[in-house]
C-alpha cells in the first residue's frame, strides 16, 4: 500500500476515487434502463472513463513492468472508448436528430476495433520501460509513430464530430434546451481539451507526472451529465 502514503499519494487516490465514481455512476445509469440509448450510451461512456482512470492508476502504482505496460495499453482502450460513445451519446441527447450513415458506421467500428488490438502490440509501443524510486517513476517508452499519429488523428475525428453535432444541436433546438446543451459543450470542451493536453500530447513528449489530471477531470463532466439527463428526463424528446 505504499502507493497511498508517498508523494504521489494524494494524486493515486485522486485517480482511484475518480475512477469508482465513474464506475458507480454507469452502474446506476444502467440501472435506470438500457432501452433509452441515452442511458445506454453514457453508461457506456461512464464505464470507459471508469477504465482509462484506472488504467493510469494502476500503470503509476504497480512496480511490475508487464503489468504497468499492460495499463498503459489498456488506457488507450479507455480513451477511445470515451470518444466512441461520447459521439454515440450527443447523436441522442437530448433528442436524436441524424442517423449515420452505413459507411460511417463501418469506418467507426472498424477502425476502433483495429486501434483496439493493436494497442497491445508493438504497433503501439515498440518498447516500455518503467524507472521507479521511492519518490517518482518515469517511464521510457518509443512509440510506433504511424501508429500514434492515427490513433490520434481518429481519436480527434470522434472528437470533433460530437462538439459539432452538440453545436449544431444547439443552434437548432427550442429555448428550453439551448442552456443546457451550451453548458454541456462547454463541458465536454474543456474536458477533451485538458484530456488531449495532459493524456495525449504531453505524453507524445515524454511527460508523464500530469496523467492523473485528465482522467479525475472525468468526474465533474460525468456529473454535469447525470444532472441534465435526469433534471430533464420528464421534458426530453423521445424518439
Not at 28 to 36: A, D, E, S, V, W
Not at 156 to 180: P, R
Request: charged share 15%; proline share 2%; glycine share 4%.
Amino acid at each position: 500500500m505504499d502507493f497511498l502514503i508517498l508523494p504521489l499519494g494524494w494524486k493515486n487516490w485522486l485517480l482511484l476515487i475518480s475512477a469508482l465514481i465513474n464506475l458507480g455512476m454507469a452502474i446506476f445509469i444502467l440501472n435506470r434502463g438500457i432501452k433509452n440509448k441515452v442511458n445506454l450510451y453514457f453508461a457506456l461512456l461512464t464505464f470507459f472513463c471508469f477504465l482509462w482512470s484506472f488504467s493510469i492508476f494502476g500503470q503509476i502504482v504497480l512496480q511490475s513492468v508487464l503489468w504497468s505496460k499492460f495499463w498503459f495499453q489498456t488506457s488507450f482502450i479507455g480513451a477511445l472508448g470515451i470518444a466512441l460513445f461520447l459521439l454515440y451519446f450527443v447523436i441522442n441527447f437530448p433528442f436524436k436528430n441524424i442517423k449515420l450513415k452505413v459507411w460511417q458506421e463501418y469506418f467507426i467500428w472498424i477502425s476502433s476495433l483495429i486501434f483496439g488490438i493493436f494497442s497491445y502490440t508493438k504497433w503501439n509501443m515498440m518498447s516500455f520501460d518503467k524507472i521507479i524510486d521511492r519518490h517518482n517513476y518515469e517511464f521510457s517508452i518509443k512509440y510506433n509513430q504511424f501508429f500514434q499519429w492515427s490513433y490520434a488523428l481518429f481519436f480527434v475525428i470522434l472528437v470533433i464530430s460530437s462538439l459539432y453535432i452538440l453545436w449544431a444541436k444547439y443552434k437548432q433546438v427550442e429555448i428550453f434546451f439551448k442552456k443546457d446543451i451550451l453548458f454541456l459543450f462547454w463541458m465536454l470542451l474543456v474536458g477533451l481539451t485538458l484530456g488531449l493536453y495532459f493524456n495525449l500530447f504531453l505524453d507524445y513528449m515524454g511527460n508523464f507526472q500530469y496523467e492523473w489530471f485528465g482522467p479525475v477531470f472525468t468526474v465533474p463532466m460525468n456529473l454535469v451529465v447525470v444532472y441534465l439527463i435526469f433534471s430533464k428526463r420528464d421534458k426530453r424528446i423521445e424518439y
